[in-house]
């Protein structure tokens, strides 16, 4: 069973909970399944979302940001997604190629068609068979986020800018429902996982 799910959604949606959980539910199902996250996923990522990431880089131009995502997106689907894709094996990732659009198209206001374009390059034309949207309104997202511990460069943009990112992902899973599923994150932790599981058990026919 070779299946590609990706989880996106705003800061503070709780994408990195949902998935352990998710894995768990896969596996008690006798489903091999493995995690990951970008930017990053492998060695190289790593290294690259360290810079994407960092506070001390506020300097950035979004240009240059989407260029690093995409050269850790390059090696994360060449080195570990396909290959894992290949064997049968469940890959569920924390954010893919449609966080670039929400983020640098949506939310910089970079023009859409070009990050398709640099996407298309740097995935080989990868496209996930399934995207759970975890939706949460921007203020109670960021919220979350300064109270966790984990704010980083991205967090650290305007309010306006993650409404507009939060309205990119809306209007890209309207305009493709078939591989879109928008699930509501500001419930309580076991409803969205309750959520995400009866998506999931129907596309993979459980």
């Known amino acids: 069973m070779s299946t590609f799910i990706t989880l996106e959604g705003p800061e503070g949606s709780g ?3 949902q998935i352990c959980r998710l894995i768990r539910r896969l596996e008690s199902h006798g489903i091999r399944s493995v995690q990951t996250r970008e930017p990053g996923g492998t060695s190289i990522g790593d290294q690259v979302r360290s810079i994407l990431m ?3 880089n506020k300097a950035m131009d979004p240009t240059t940001e989407i260029l690093l995502f995409s050269a850790s997106r390059a090696q994360h689907v060449h080195e570990f997604i396909k290959p894992l894709l290949e064997q049968g094996i469940v890959v569920v990732s ?3 190629y449609h966080s670039t659009l929400a ?3 949506y939310g910089h206001g970079l023009d859409l068609d070009t990050l398709q374009q640099i996407t298309r390059f740097a995935t080989g034309g990868l496209d996930p ?3 759970l949207l975890l939706d949460v309104p921007s203020k109670a997202g960021l919220h979350r986020r300064r109270t966790d511990g984990n704010w980083n460069r991205l967090d650290d943009y305007t309010l306006a800018f993650h409404q507009r990112v939060r309205q990119g992902y809306l209007t ?4 493709d429902p078939r591989h879109w599923a928008v699930i509501d994150a500001s419930r309580s932790l076991d409803e969205v996982e309750e959520a995400i599981w009866q998506v999931v058990s129907e596309k993979l026919g459980l």
């Open 15 to 17: 994408k990195s909970t």
């Open 103 to 105: 983020y640098q198209g």
């Open 94 to 96: 924390d954010r893919y």
């Open 54 to 56: 960092d506070l001390a």
């Open 172 to 175: 890209m899973a309207a305009d």
């Open 129 to 131: 068979d399934l995207i």
